[in-house]
Structures are given as C-alpha cells and as structure tokens.
C-alpha cells in the first residue's frame, strides 16, 4: 500500500510535469533557468522527491509560486480556537 506522503509526492510529481509540457520546457531548460541541478531535476520527475527549497525554485519558474503560497498561508480552515492558540504562543521557544 502506497504511504499517503508518497501518494502527495507523486501527484505533485505529476502536476509539475504536467506544467512542464504545458509551457514547452525541456528537462535540461528547467534546470538551467530554475538553479536546479539537472540530475535532482531528473529525480524529480522519476520519483517525486525533491527539497523544499528546489521545489519553490522550480515553482517560481512555472509561474505557480504565488499560488502554492497562498494554499499554504490560507487559515480559513483552522478552528478559532487554533487561531488563538497560533496568535497567543508565538513567541519562539
């Protein structure tokens, strides 16, 4: 049975390919214009795995940053109660 972890990883795996084609980009460009070494690039698209810090620079490239980040951010979701624990515990320990 496939870990939920790796079953994120592949659908953000395939996503990022996906977006990839859309904009006519090869593997090789996509590391050039990213930073990103090609053979991590590579990895990527085979298994999923990727740092945080190559997946925002590719997503920057691709022009779905802004967007990744306002998932992330979006607290619309959290209960008042872990609002108010977030705003009154953020002093960093």
Do not use: H, P
């Amino acid at each position: 049975m496939i870990s939920r972890e790796n079953e994120y990883l592949l659908q953000i795996r395939d996503l990022f390919k996906d977006r990839r084609i859309a904009l006519g980009l090869k593997q090789m460009e996509v590391a050039s214009r990213s930073g990103v070494n090609i053979a991590t690039f590579r990895l990527f698209e085979k298994s999923g795995q990727i740092s945080l810090v190559n997946l925002l620079k590719i997503s920057v490239l691709y022009k779905i940053d802004q967007r990744l980040m306002a998932s992330i951010t979006d607290r619309s979701w959290w209960s008042i109660v872990e609002l108010e624990r977030a705003e009154r515990f953020k002093t960093v320990r």
